[in-house]
């Protein structure tokens, strides 16, 4: 007894002054954040290679396919494919995973909870990853009940705090199907886990394989209350706040003469209020006897969940706000000398010893503000730089700091097996800062992503799914003297589906090529140099042979369901085609929305353009007697149609495109240009138009030669005699393709690691 009394108490002790340390006053030597990165000075590379376009420019060409390079490493590719391949049906071997559980205790931390697993997953390129993951975990918290009781519904609150830790060993294999690697699976002499840490294990380490620890720290606060409307349905509102450290280490073996070491330190406080109505599963909604309630009370709680996660109607919305900052070093170690390795294995000795050397490493990071100028974040960078340095006998490759702050919203909806939609929009801005860099980079993001699942059945998964994610980066860079660049944009687009034919497939390319085929068009017409040809991508049968028709007499051709398909879209708009675009005439705006416009809606503003006039202020207007004249035809008495009402809607979105535009160009400065430009991109602006249908506008208002394109495609067709498609498409600006794509992977990888990992990278 009074040995478990003695335990418990040593756990509180180590846990309060976790949470004490989390929420110590910010000071100079407080706890601070590393962060991902990649090469130095590589987001400023972006910047300054995109300031002209380049003085010598070759004709832009039509796109032609290359094969597309392995992307395993992309940490932002990754994270959508694993969100695209989670809960669907995918493999009857998918899912099979080995639990162990183990409690074991830790002397220098106490009452510590192991538990081990074993599962697979699967890359972009369809190779199958082994992994090892060995958890340890420490709780402490407390509820606060009936705080405040509204017609029998309790108000509570929830103090609570974590520690946990993870031993994750990432193993890549050359096999592309789940049962193939199940001998693999069942085989736990061949577990591998980080502890014990030697020289041999890690000369051992195969080439790709990653060794992860990454630990989080968690305290918050959270309140909500609930009430049931019906006895199966029920409405409930929340409110939280937590604060959470993230330090980790990882280690990467890129190849047999260089093992990669990032050392992270990543501090957050979120905060976040959520509002959600819905049914709970019942036993009794499958008929069975309501006293014998056998599922509820006999089967595993973990089926009943999966049963209520798929059967329940539920609907929710959600906001969510935060700020934080990053740091991360990395260094590159010669895994066959042995004295290298010495000095590793003596830096990352220790059980959860390795948590400890991280915290200690962070205080000494300054808790500088995202206002502060270079030489501040410098100063704070080369302080750990140092010490770190030290303890390996080593120079760091790259160093680098990340403050951050954002805000987002989400919408969450299901109707029980038909579908699951899942939304989300936000703004979120980034100051990177590198060791030793010239510059400052700011980065304001604007972000739209959308996942949607049909046919979802309980244990089996999800069927049908498509996702789709789009992102616009603003990006600027600030010199030492404080003066900051004009802007570039990035446009990213990662879209998917899992169980889709040919003509989904497809499709994800023609909304691209919808956008591409209006490049410096200033309004007049369309140019098709530029697109995608998607019949030669996905072949479709020939209509002669069809053996059917459908009720309109048109043939229906028969379609081929791909196990998944796949797009990576970046466009980029250069320095001086950002200045274009917000420099544009706005009779050019106009001429531009109006030559997106389509059908009966494009036949009717043909007929009436040149009534179309406009004030000093880019408002457009129009002789409505006149047009009213002209438009007397198209008149329907039926159904009330009032050919006006096209030429009205028409006037009132080119006015507030024309009124985005100009409130970017109305900013004092580049920073506060920069942001507005982000939002009015995201739709944020008067005319609420933004992503796909605002880019057929922009695009417009540039010269090819200060954009650049590109286009990654891949399908896993598992279609007898059918190859896979994965094709690589490079458009309009030669000349920055061959000194720019370089520059936009280095950029990408930085944005990318300053990510948190997702479980397939380091």
Not at 283 to 288: D, R, T, V, Y
Not at 376 to 403: I, M
Not at 734 to 757: C, H, I, T, V
Request: charged share 25%; glycine share 8%; net charge neutral.
């Amino acid at each position: 007894m009074n040995h478990d009394k003695n335990a418990a108490i040593k756990s509180a002790v180590v846990f309060l002054s976790l949470v004490c340390a989390l929420n110590a006053p910010a000071h100079a030597n407080d706890f601070s954040s590393f962060f991902e990165g990649s090469d130095k000075s590589s987001m400023a590379d972006l910047v300054n290679g995109l300031r002209s376009g380049g003085a010598t420019v070759p004709d832009p060409k039509a796109p032609t396919p290359e094969p597309t390079q392995p992307q395993t490493g992309n940490n932002e590719l990754l994270h959508f494919w694993e969100d695209l391949k989670s809960d669907v049906f995918d493999d009857i071997c998918k899912d099979i995973e080995i639990p162990i559980d183990a409690g074991f205790d830790i002397a220098s931390i106490g009452g510590v909870e192991g538990k081990f697993k074993r599962y697979m997953k699967q890359y972009p390129d369809n190779k199958i990853a082994v992994i090892d993951e060995v958890g340890v975990r420490l709780d402490g918290g407390h509820t606060a009940t009936d705080l405040l009781n509204i017609a029998g519904n309790s108000f509570n609150i929830g103090f609570n705090g974590r520690l946990e830790g993870k031993s994750v060993v990432v193993r890549k294999t050359e096999e592309s199907k789940y049962c193939k690697n199940l001998l693999k699976l069942a085989d736990l002499r061949k577990v591998k886990t980080i502890l014990p840490i030697n020289d041999k294990r890690i000369r051992e380490m195969g080439v790709n394989e990653i060794w992860k620890f990454p630990a989080v720290l968690r305290a918050g606060i959270s309140g909500g209350i609930g009430a049931a409307v019906q006895p199966w349905a029920t409405v409930s509102f929340s409110l939280g706040t937590s604060r959470e450290m993230k330090p980790s280490v990882t280690l990467f073996r890129m190849d047999e003469n260089r093992l990669r070491l990032r050392i992270r330190l990543d501090r957050i406080h979120v905060k976040s209020a959520a509002a959600s109505a819905g049914t709970s599963f019942d036993a009794g909604m499958l008929g069975l006897p309501e006293a014998e309630n056998f599922l509820m009370k006999e089967l595993n709680k973990t089926v009943v969940k999966e049963f209520n996660k798929y059967l329940a109607l539920k609907f929710g919305l959600s906001h969510t706000r935060a700020k934080g900052k990053k740091m991360l070093l990395e260094f590159i170690i010669d895994p066959k000398d042995p004295a290298q390795v010495s000095r590793l294995v003596e830096f990352l000795r220790g059980d959860l010893s390795i948590i400890k050397r991280l915290i200690e490493m962070g205080v000494r990071f300054n808790d500088f503000s995202d206002m502060d100028d270079n030489a501040a974040g410098q100063a704070a960078l080369q302080d750990v730089t140092e010490v770190a340095g030290d303890s390996l006998g080593l120079n760091s490759t790259f160093a680098g700091s990340n403050h951050f702050n954002s805000s987002s919203n989400g919408m969450n909806f299901m109707l029980p097996i038909a579908v699951h939609s899942e939304s989300s929009t936000g703004q979120r801005y980034d100051r990177y800062q590198t060791m030793g860099g010239e510059e400052v980079l700011h980065v304001h993001n604007a972000s739209k992503n959308q996942s949607v699942s049909n046919i979802n059945i309980p244990i089996v998964g999800k069927i049908f799914k498509h996702n789709t994610n789009q992102n616009f980066y603003v990006v600027n860079y600030e010199d030492k003297s404080g003066k900051v660049s004009d802007a570039a944009v990035v446009y990213q687009r990662y879209e998917g589906y899992i169980k889709h034919n040919e003509r989904d497939a497809g499709g994800m390319v023609e909304n691209m090529n919808e956008i591409l085929k209006f490049a410096g068009m200033q309004g007049n017409g369309t140019n098709k140099d530029f697109v995608v040809d998607v019949n030669a991508l996905f072949p479709r049968l020939d209509p002669a042979n069809a053996t059917e028709v459908d009720e309109w007499g048109d043939p229906v051709l028969d379609t081929k369901r791909y196990k998944s398909a796949i797009m990576s879209f970046s466009l980029v708009f250069t320095q001086k085609a950002v200045n274009s675009i917000l420099v544009a005439p706005a009779i050019t705006v106009m001429r531009a929305v109006l030559n997106v416009m389509e059908g009966l809606d494009r036949e009717i503003l043909e007929k009436v353009r040149h009534l179309f006039k406009m004030d000093s202020k880019g408002k457009v207007d129009y002789d409505w007697k006149a047009a009213s004249k002209i438009l007397r035809d198209y008149e329907r008495q039926d159904d009330n149609f009032d050919p006006l009402s096209i030429v009205n809607s028409f006037c009132t979105n080119a006015s507030r495109i024309i009124a985005d535009i100009a409130s970017v160009r109305a900013e004092g400065d580049q920073k506060a240009r920069a942001e507005r430009l982000s939002r009015v991109l995201g739709g944020k602006g008067k005319s609420r138009v933004g992503y796909e249908n605002m880019l057929q506008v922009l695009i417009q208002l540039v010269d090819v030669k200060d954009i650049y394109a590109k286009m990654d495609v891949k399908t896993d067709k598992r279609i007898k005699g059918e190859e896979n498609i994965a094709n690589s498409y490079s458009m309009y600006n030669n000349n920055l393709q061959a000194g720019y794509g370089e520059q936009l992977g280095q950029a990408n990888s930085l944005r990318d690691r300053f990510a948190d990992p997702s479980v397939l990278s380091d």
